[in-house]
């Protein structure tokens, strides 16, 4: 049975900081890249960071650069998102993904249920 679950969110004051954890099970981790998404109220799910297989490629929004850091665990199966100096507007829920191409370059796609993280004084 494949899961990610996520852990971490918390209602944080402008300025704190945050670490969010991915476990997976139920699948190959190492063979899937992995991915950070939030959904604020009423706007769409945008990516936040994503980390290649084994963590040597990695992405962000420009929104979150430089304050953000993604990473993986590929011995614990769990990738983690290291938040530092949050803003209001990061306030949202936060889903973490695995992505992999299967040989018939089909993807496989999963996704977390999601934790909410708060920025507010």
């Known amino acids: 049975q494949v899961q990610l679950m996520e852990s971490g969110g918390d209602l944080v004051p402008p300025g704190g900081s945050l670490r969010l954890s991915c476990a997976a099970s139920?699948?190959?981790?190492?063979?899937?890249?992995m991915s950070w998404h939030r959904q604020a109220p009423g706007k769409e799910r945008e990516l936040v960071a994503s980390t290649s297989r084994f963590g040597s490629s990695t992405t962000y929004a420009d929104s979150v650069r430089g304050r953000f850091t993604i990473s993986r665990d590929n011995a614990k199966n769990t990738a983690y998102l290291q938040m530092n100096s949050l803003k209001p507007e990061d306030t949202a829920v936060y889903f973490c993904k695995a992505l992999s191409m299967s040989s018939d370059g089909t993807p496989q796609i999963y996704w977390g249920q999601g934790t909410q993280v708060t920025v507010s004084i």
């Open positions: 139920g699948f190959t981790f190492s063979q899937f890249a």
